[in-house]
């Protein structure tokens, strides 16, 4: 798992530790910044709307982040 960068973050009042390639941090940091909210915040959000499924966080994220950038290259 050398290719993945690990962040701790505060959810629910609980930490836990999200490992996620760099690229995919660095969309996050972005719509964080762009929304003008921490990046903790935004996780969380992503994590409320996986609340109902088994979806992982990290997948979640990842799927976001995707959707995220699709959204920036559309014209």
Known sequence: MDHLAR??????????SIALEPAFWVILEQEAVRREIRLAALI??????R?????????????????????????
């Open 44 to 49: 969380a959000e992503e994590d409320a709307k």
């Open 7 to 16: 962040r701790s973050v505060r959810l629910a009042g609980h930490a836990t």
């Open 51 to 75: 609340a109902a499924t088994e979806e992982p966080l990290a997948s979640r994220l990842r799927v976001f982040a995707l959707q995220v950038a699709a959204a920036r290259s559309v014209p």
